[in-house]
């Protein structure tokens, strides 16, 4: 079944489809893992945005749930490379799953072509469509719909009776991430519509990761939040939480260019140098954290954005990549070890 | 140590001959290594007697020393060149053997020497397995179960032992020579008592062999401050059972999710750290699925044959980097030499798949199909696809094997499974069988252990392509292409010829397009040069190129048509650089210097078949291409070039004369017209008679087809129930070629030569003289050249024959004739109409840039009239990899088998003899077996004894050589040498050559010299 990738700007791509048969619209960014598909399709984070993979050759090895990031696929659509996907494990399960989710996806079209198109322009709005109309309307979510959609709908707590306590501020977030943080104590999970007031109660306010615009004004209450918190409470976030929290304490948000969707980029402490899982469309100029009482402690090697934000005197600290891997490498910052020591032992 | 960099002076290592487990990986590797030292400004000095590499070209280094490769010798340089580091790390096991004797001996701390890269007394905990797994079981870090067994009390041990199968294997291996695995009691104690009564070894390192489990290898650096990351990763598709080296590889792994490779990458840059990496090394793993463990299997502390595919399946380039990380710069300081902007410290991703397919020596030693735990194979090519399927089928047609066999027509049933059951070296044309025969994926997959998940993406597509007549492959030819189908593979499935595939798909317009190997999936802009073909995607290799002239390489790497041609065509890449041509390489072997993108204008790693070569004549118009650096593989391929793109598409020698020379039946007719002499010969088809023709030319005969590579397929018959046996294997093979037989000249003297032609004059480059008479192909020979050799009337009657015969076939560039002398006249055996494997050895010893000379003569240049003046005398010394190969009888005929050589020098005749036996490793108790009667020879005494005395003396094996003066004869002598790794010479010439004061006493041994 032939199947089309429209893009703002007049460029299609025509591939064959699999997953539903419904027509998509989303931001269209790409990532280049080579491993890890499953947990990435399922991240909340690429809520939103239509899922380009690099890695041609995919769907090898089976689907487990327990790599799943979140209880559904959450990218608005998949575009792989392969040219054949014969009835493999992997796929049947996979191409299931997004029917049931109702996510299509596309196979066959030249990705790299994409993804040089999408480095150069920059991220692209886009639909899959059945039709290959170009009359198409190219629309963007809203971050709050996003958010929404992929965050907790009820609060609850987690392990519950363990000596400290964690307030998680959930925007979208992954498994794998939660789990890490329900490790260190008893964990209230919230989201962004809950009443947030009394951080005293808390050992930690944590933010996680999650999909959308960081400086879009549905945050502004989570912010106000961090604002009152800070100093009060340790305060932690990753990726989206991170944004959320520099921005919150008078730090800038920036758009990038095409976003960083990967496992490889590598982030430096001005000595050691760290390969991380990176997710993300915007992220915090590090002189940008200048007069928000936050250093950027640790950089992006290539272009110099703040990859670890830690405001020492009031116990922050924040990263913007994925210090959980899922995919990718795990902790190799010693975020989590950081995080720990903040909440038992002593002070940053 | 920044400040002293101007202070450095540097003796890097080479890895010496090209033998099995050591190939041109570390030429690559070597090279790159000096090119950084030189444009950091140390003073670089290399040693190295492989004259076959790029690394010994003299621009590679300050000094370069052509002398073996061991620790007395790298001693001497140290002393003479006042060397204050070296680099042992670029060179193999041989490299790291001689940093760690140069160590033990003290010669490091006496002339405080500083060892850039990883420490010796790490090497040696890497190496040495017991170490080893004591600190990786110290860290936590799962190894297989192990024991050490000693000479003396193994009988004791032999009931402790409760992890079979084991795998036995020395310490400091190559290419993992001495492996074996043992299955039960009795064969533990057959091994040992055969392994320590032979007084080699004192001690031994069993541990239980992981046979079926998934095998995993992890590319990693690692600076001096501790930063590390990994390359790529490796998922071997034969399991553990089959060496790496003789394993199919994919990079990246496919079959493992993210948190199981995460675990690896965790572990490997954990082993690196315990190690104190500095620079490159490769942690292999095993997988147990079931019991969802991970085993740490082997360490190599080095650059290896893996990091060298991870270099060309990345970009990313390995050894540049490792050797910047060892003389003392952090990752964070170097910027990726690929992007040009970014950081090198990232690890690369790949929007692409690569498979790697190695290569065995099925010609010359087809005794043995077994694969296993030691290496036996010579080489590897490499397949670059957009998807796994396309790599895979691109990686089996750069083998440039006839594998037709295994695609036309079902082979029996207990064949196929066999050999799918049991590795084996035609494995992968089984399983092809096994496709074709309609055997279910799951079937193929758990007779050979591969992955079903990985075997359907192949199976899917042949079996839709077998299901196929000719009809239906035209109407599908560009699903069939884009779906990653090579011409040849539909060829041999359909019996269409490549030819007319190629024609059809110029006229539909389905041609290849190139993509970019960027290191970051189009992540990051880049300026590489590096490219690789597809079908039905966007082209970026900007289309034709002004000034661009194809070169093309020679492909993987084996017995024939090894490094020697990888070095001419780089020294020509260069050439056409420095003129302002924009050089484009086509080559499919990862291993090489040719295959570094940093030395062609446009680098296409593709396979050297005609739909590769072929497209890129198409997309790139260039002014030509050359096919004299590229073996049998180029002049095979003119003919079908000039018939689609027109005959001025070779540059050089056209293919009209090359078929005319290739053709032996055309070539002998005309010698014959023109009065040359050569042996007698004659013509026959299979379906003659053939014992007859023999008869009436008189045995020995030499047979032999047309168009070879390396003399395969030749044979001298000296009885006529050979004749027989050789005409009833010859119609078993169905093979339909005409034959050339011709009379074999018993006791003649053999010659090389090698002249550059233009328009009918010619240019001597040098002639070398076979010690060995005539009848050992000349790649097997040891031959020496220099002042004098040969005698004035053979080099007079050689240069008439050249002269004639350049402007008789209107030769134009290289070439090289073979001739001999026998009493007082000169016959012609062949020629070939390019670059030889004596090329490398000429330029070195003469200092004369040979290549540049013959490629601006390739270009149309005139000849220039150039006089050597060089003095004294130099020999190549072939290596052959019979240790590998326990089943051959040892010995040397008219085809090729050794896989490399050393290149000797001396002033005089007698420093020359010196070094040619320090080379070879000749001892000083000398055993000569006669055919009735035996001696040993000692500091000028002679001991007479039975052979079977002479032959108890090779249970103590160190300081002996042994002589067979009856050696063609006594193959069972050569094997208990080759067994037990004591040197032997076969040839009486050779010996007399090497020992002239022994002949005395071989007159009093009554032994039948006739020299």
């Known amino acids: ?348 | 140590m920044k400040n002293s960099e101007h202070d450095l002076r540097v003796l890097v290592i080479g890895a010496g001959p090209i033998v099995i487990g050591q190939a041109a990986e570390f030429d690559y590797s070597g090279t790159q290594a000096c090119k950084v030292l030189r444009e950091m400004g140390a003073y670089t000095v290399l040693i190295n007697s492989n004259p076959a590499t790029i690394q010994t070209d003299s621009d590679t280094a300050d000094r370069v020393y052509i002398r073996t490769v061991n620790w007395k010798n790298a001693e001497k340089i140290i002393v003479e060149e006042k060397i204050n580091a070296i680099i042992g790390c670029m060179a193999g096991q041989t490299g790291l053997n001689t940093l760690l004797e140069l160590d033990k001996r003290g010669v490091l701390d006496k002339y405080s020497v500083r060892v850039l890269g990883t420490q010796p007394e790490y090497v040696r905990m890497a190496e040495d397995r017991i170490l080893f797994h004591e600190l990786m079981r110290l860290n936590g870090i799962r190894v297989p179960e192990s024991m050490n067994i000693e000479a003396g009390s193994w009988k004791q041990k032999l009931d402790g032992i409760d992890f079979y199968p084991f795998m036995a294997r020395t310490s400091f291996t190559l290419g993992g020579k001495s492996g074996a695995i043992i299955r039960n009691r009795k064969e533990a104690e057959e091994l040992f008592s055969h392994v320590f009564s032979e007084g080699r070894q004192k001690e031994m390192e069993i541990e239980h062999a992981l046979g079926g489990l998934v095998e995993m290898e992890y590319e990693v650096i690692r600076d001096s401050t501790g930063n590390s990351i990994m390359i790529c990763n490796m998922e071997n598709i034969d399991p553990m059972g089959v060496h790496t080296g003789e394993s199919i590889v994919v990079t990246p792994s496919l079959t493992i999710h993210d948190s199981l490779h995460q675990r690896m990458r965790r572990e490997a840059l954990k082993i690196a750290d315990l190690l104190r990496i500095e620079g490159a090394c490769n942690v292999q793993f095993a997988i147990d699925h079931e019991k969802d463990e991970i085993y740490t299997v082997e360490v190599n502390p080095r650059t290896s044959r893996s990091s060298a595919l991870a270099s060309k399946a990345t970009g990313y380039p390995i050894a540049k980097i490792a050797t910047e990380l060892i003389t003392g710069k952090i990752l964070t300081e170097i910027i990726n030499p690929i992007t040009g902007n970014t950081s090198a410290s990232f690890e690369p991703s790949q929007d692409y798949v690569v498979v790697k397919i190695p290569l065995w020596p099925e010609k010359q030693f087809p005794e043995e199909h077994d694969i296993g735990v030691s290496m036996k194979s010579t080489g590897e090519t490499m397949g670059i696809g957009r998807t796994f399927e396309e790599s895979f089928f691109k990686a089996i047609v750069s083998t440039e094997l006839d594998l037709s066999k295994y695609f036309m027509r079902k082979l029996p049933a207990e064949y196929i499974e066999q050999h799918i059951r049991s590795p084996s070296r035609v494995r992968l044309g089984c399983i092809i069988n096994a496709i074709k025969s309609g055997y279910s994926c799951e079937n193929i997959s758990e007779m050979s252990g591969w992955d079903e998940r990985i075997l359907m993406r192949v199976y899917e597509p042949l079996r839709r392509l077998f299901s196929m007549n000719r009809e239906e492959i035209m109407q599908n030819l560009r699903e069939l292409k884009i779906t990653g189908i090579p011409d040849r593979i539909i060829s041999w499935s359909s019996g269409i010829s490549e030819k007319e595939l190629i024609e059809i798909r110029r006229k539909i317009g389905i041609f290849p397009v190139y993509r970019i190997i960027d290191s970051s999936s189009g992540e990051y802009r880049s300026g590489t040069r590096y490219l690789y073909s597809t079908y039905g995607e966007e082209d970026e290799s900007g289309g034709p190129l002004e000034g661009s002239i194809i070169i093309m390489g020679s492909g993987p790497n084996r017995i024939a048509q090894g490094l020697e041609f990888d070095y001419s065509s780089v020294k020509a890449v260069r050439y056409l650089r420095k003129i302002g041509k924009k050089p484009l390489m086509i080559n499919s072997n990862p291993e090489t210097v040719s295959t570094d993108f940093d030395e062609s204008a446009q680098l296409f790693f593709d396979p050297l078949v005609p739909e590769y070569v072929s497209g890129l004549i198409d997309m790139k118009k260039p002014e030509g291409i050359i096919v004299q650096f590229s073996g049998q593989t180029g002049q095979n391929m003119a003919g079908i070039l000039s018939e689609i793109h027109g005959r001025e598409i070779i540059l050089g020698t056209s293919y009209e004369s090359i078929m005319n020379i290739e053709d032996r039946n055309l070539f002998s007719k005309y010698l014959q017209e023109n009065e040359v002499l050569q042996p007698e010969w004659t013509v026959a088809g299979y379906s003659d008679s053939i014992l007859e023709k023999v008869r009436e030319l008189g045995l020995p005969v030499i047979i032999r087809s047309s168009f070879i590579i390396g003399g395969s397929l030749m044979k001298i018959l000296r009885r006529e129930d050979e004749v027989s046996e050789y005409v009833s294997n010859l119609k078993e093979s169905g093979s339909g070629v005409e034959l050339h037989i011709s009379r074999f000249m018993e006791r003649a003297r053999e010659f090389d030569m090698d002249f550059l032609c233009s328009s009918g004059e010619i240019q001597v480059v040098g002639m070398m003289e076979h010690l060995e008479r005539a009848g050992v192909h000349s790649g097997d020979a040891i031959s020496i050249g220099g002042e004098g050799i040969p005698e004035e009337y053979v080099k007079e009657e050689a240069i008439r024959i050249a002269g004639l015969l350049s402007s008789g076939f209107s030769l134009k560039g290289f070439a090289n004739l073979q001739f001999m002398e026998k009493d007082g006249r000169i016959y012609v055996i062949e020629l070939n109409s390019r670059a030889s494997r004596t090329m490398p050895i000429m330029s070195k010893h003469s200092g004369i840039q040979w290549i540049e000379y013959g490629t601006e003569l390739i270009l149309g240049g005139k000849i220039r009239n150039i006089t050597d003046e060089s003095h004294g005398f130099y020999a190549k010394i072939p290596v052959f990899p019979f240790d590998r190969y326990h089943n051959s009888n040892a010995s040397l005929g008219p085809e090729m088998k050794s896989t490399g050589e050393a290149m000797v020098s001396g002033r005089t005749l007698e420093e020359l003899r010196k070094n040619m036996i320090a080379e070879m490793g000749l001892a000083d108790h000398l055993i000569v077996f006669s055919k009735e009667t035996a001696a040993m020879i000692h500091d000028g005494k002679i001991q007479a004894m039975s052979r079977d005395e002479a032959e108890r003396l090779f249970d103590h094996p160190q300081d002996k050589t042994v002589f067979c003066s009856n050696g063609k004869t006594d193959s069972a002598i050569r094997k208990k040498c080759v067994a037990r790794d004591i040197p032997f010479i076969t040839d009486d010439r050779v010996f007399s050559f090497l020992y002239p004061e022994k002949m005395e006493i071989f007159k009093k041994m009554d032994l039948p010299l006739q020299n």
């Not at chain 1, 699999?18 to 280049?32: K, L, Y």
């Not at chain 1, 993979?53 to 487990?64: L, T």
């Not at chain 1, 960083?260 to 991380?276: E, F, L, P, Q």
Request: glycine residues 12%; hydrophobic residues 35%.
């Open chain 1, 1 to 348: 079944m032939r199947r089309f990738l429209l893009l703002e700007g007049g460029i299609s791509f025509e591939g064959k489809g699999f997953g539903a048969s419904v027509d998509a619209p989303g931001e269209v960014i790409f990532t280049t893992a080579f491993s890890g598909f499953y947990e990435a399709m399922t991240d909340p984070s690429y809520a939103g945005q239509i899922m380009t993979f690099a890695f041609p050759s995919m769907f090898y090895y089976e689907f487990w749930r327990d790599t799943m990031q979140s209880g559904r696929i959450q990218a608005e659509g998949i575009i792989a490379r392969d040219t054949v996907i014969p009835h493999g494990k992997g796929f049947e399960a996979i191409d299931s799953i997004m029917k049931d989710n109702g996510v299509p996806g596309i196979y066959g079209i030249d990705t790299r072509k994409l993804i040089k198109t999408i480095r150069d322009t920059g991220t692209v709005r886009g639909i899959i469509s059945s039709s290959g109309n170009m009359d198409a309307e190219f629309m963007s979510h809203s971050t709050y719909d996003l958010i929404r959609r992929t965050s907790t709908k009820k609060e609850y707590i987690l392990n519950s009776g363990m000596e400290r306590k964690i307030l998680y501020i959930d925007l979208g977030s992954k498994n794998s991430l939660l789990k890490r943080i329900t490790d260190l104590g008893e964990t209230h999970v919230v989201n962004i519509d809950s009443r947030l007031r009394d951080h005293d109660e808390y050992d930690l306010v944590f933010i996680s990761n999650g999909p959308g615009n960081p400086s879009d004004h549905s945050l502004g209450r989570v912010k106000e939040f961090i604002r009152n918190a800070a100093g009060n409470v340790p305060i932690a976030g990753v990726c989206l939480g991170h944004q959320v929290i520099c921005g919150a304490l008078g730090a800038e948000a920036q758009a990038m260019r095409f976003g960083h969707h990967g496992i490889n980029h590598s982030v430096t402490d001005g000595k050691r140098v760290y390969i991380t899982s990176h997710n993300h469309n915007y992220h915090i100029p590090s002189e940008s954290l200048e007069g928000t009482g936050l250093k950027a402690v640790q950089w992006d090697m290539n272009d110099g954005a703040c990859e670890m934000a830690v405001d020492q005197e009031n116990q922050i600290m924040s990263v913007q990549y994925h210090p959980e891997g899922s995919p990718g490498p795990v902790d190799p910052g010693n975020f989590f070890e950081g995080l720990r020591r903040m909440m038992f032992y002593e002070k940053l």
